[in-house]
């Protein structure tokens, strides 16, 4: 019989009782750009796009895994160990196309959380985005890290609308279930490009930045800041616990997408809707066919990942330039402490938000943003097997065969679905 200390002990020794960097990668994969995708993949092809929640999960989960994999063994972000193994012109071609993705996300994101806010309460859409992206930004600058991760696990459960949602509408599960494993669908550009933007918006090259450099931030938070080549007594739990937070937080992100993708298949395409360019709209679309819960949910939803994605999409790429350039870059310094990382934190939500008032349609970039997050993926994704590979960059911690497997699978399929958006239509 255990006594409650014992209890107690196994309970904080256990996987779950750390997740973190995973569970808050997965939620800001969801983020309102992510949402406005999945949406449109919804609309447009119905029940027929749910199989890319199904395939790209062990893809997403395993890309994530090595990328968590490399920032916990070497202790350093994935910009210094590209930096390392390949020449430079590789780092900064990654880096510069992840900002410029990255700016044009945000630009999206406080766009649309400044739509639905407005249409919640009411007000100027352009005001209400502006204080979003102030009060955002403030919370990166002034809030401490530990209380700031604790905030972000915290707004992962917002992501939990979705679920709620299909408890309002009719959802016809035999369908459900046999779309996901039989879908029906032509061979042409415009599917390919809608694949590409959907697995583009799910397997994210600012998320693979991100983790990596938030394994590193956990580990300075450790009395013992040792990477595992340094201290290899730590490297069976860690490695253990990277494998439960990875793959549960990059299931918590899929099925939510899985929901998004059907709460808008059996509303919006069966009611003729089949374009959605924002998730404000999808939003509010919902309401006249779902009633006013639905779209609250729904809103609500968009709101909090939002609220999670936004510092996300700045951080990682602030992490990228920080390890690139060799500046101080943590969001456990003070602002002071490190100018340029914060730098780049301000300039990403700035030009996001500036974005909102020029002839630019940030909202149709949208779309296309994560397509070239799709393309922008395959080479990285190439970059992230070869270091995990390799014993000068992980010494004994090299990935496993079934997690290069899938790494490489990753990369072939999202080559062949952006060479596919070449085809005729």
Not at 204 to 212: A, G, H, K, R
Not at 302 to 309: C, D, F, Q, S, T
Not at 343 to 366: D, H, R, Y
Request: charge should be positive; charged fraction near 10%.
């Amino acid at each position: 019989m255990w006594s409650l200390q014992q209890i107690r002990r196994r309970l904080a020794d256990h996987p779950l009782a750390h997740i973190g960097p995973g569970l808050i990668t997965g939620a800001a994969d969801d983020d309102p750009s992510g949402i406005a995708t999945y949406s449109q993949a919804g609309a447009q092809f119905g029940l027929n796009m749910l199989w890319t929640m199904v395939v790209s999960y062990p893809l997403m989960a395993a890309v994530q895994s090595l990328c968590a994999r490399i920032g916990r063994v070497t202790g350093q972000g994935l910009a210094v160990n590209i930096r390392l193994a390949f020449p430079a012109w590789v780092l900064f071609a990654a880096v510069g196309l992840l900002l410029v993705a990255n700016t044009i996300n945000i630009a999206a994101d406080v766009a649309t959380m400044g739509d639905v806010l407005a249409l919640m309460i009411g007000g100027n859409r352009h005001a209400l985005t502006a204080a979003l992206v102030a009060a955002s930004l403030a919370t990166q600058v002034l809030v401490p890290y530990h209380s700031y991760v604790k905030l972000l696990k915290w707004l992962t459960l917002s992501l939990l609308s979705y679920a709620a949602v299909l408890f309002i509408v009719h959802v016809p599960w035999s369908q459900v279930a046999l779309r996901t494993v039989l879908p029906r669908l032509s061979f042409d550009a415009a599917t390919a490009t809608v694949v590409v933007g959907v697995f583009g918006t799910t397997i994210s090259p600012y998320l693979f930045f991100w983790q990596c450099s938030e394994e590193v931030e956990d580990l300075h938070a450790q009395s013992d800041s040792r990477s595992l080549l340094e201290h290899a007594d730590a490297a069976p739990r860690e490695l253990r616990r990277i494998r439960w937070d990875t793959w549960s937080g990059m299931l918590y992100s899929n099925a939510t997408a899985f929901f998004i993708i059907l709460a808008t298949a059996v509303t919006l395409h069966v009611a003729g809707i089949f374009d959605v360019q924002t998730a404000a709209q999808a939003a509010q679309a919902l309401r006249p066919l779902a009633g006013n819960f639905a779209f609250l949910l729904f809103a609500l939803g968009i709101l909090g990942v939002g609220a999670v994605g936004v510092p996300v999409l700045a951080g990682s790429g602030a992490y990228a330039v920080a390890e690139a350039m060799g500046w101080p870059g943590s969001l456990a310094f003070r602002a002071r402490d490190a100018p340029g990382f914060y730098s780049v934190i301000a300039a990403s939500m700035i030009v996001g938000l500036a974005l909102g008032f020029t002839p630019i349609n940030p909202i149709k970039a949208l779309f296309y943003s994560a397509v070239i997050n799709g393309v922008v993926a395959v080479p990285l994704t190439v970059l992230i097997v070869l270091l995990a590979s390799r014993r000068a960059v992980l010494g004994a911690y090299t990935a496993s065969r079934t997690l290069r497997v899938l790494g490489w699978m990753t990369a072939l399929l999202m080559a062949a679905a952006a060479i596919g958006m070449l085809l005729p239509v």
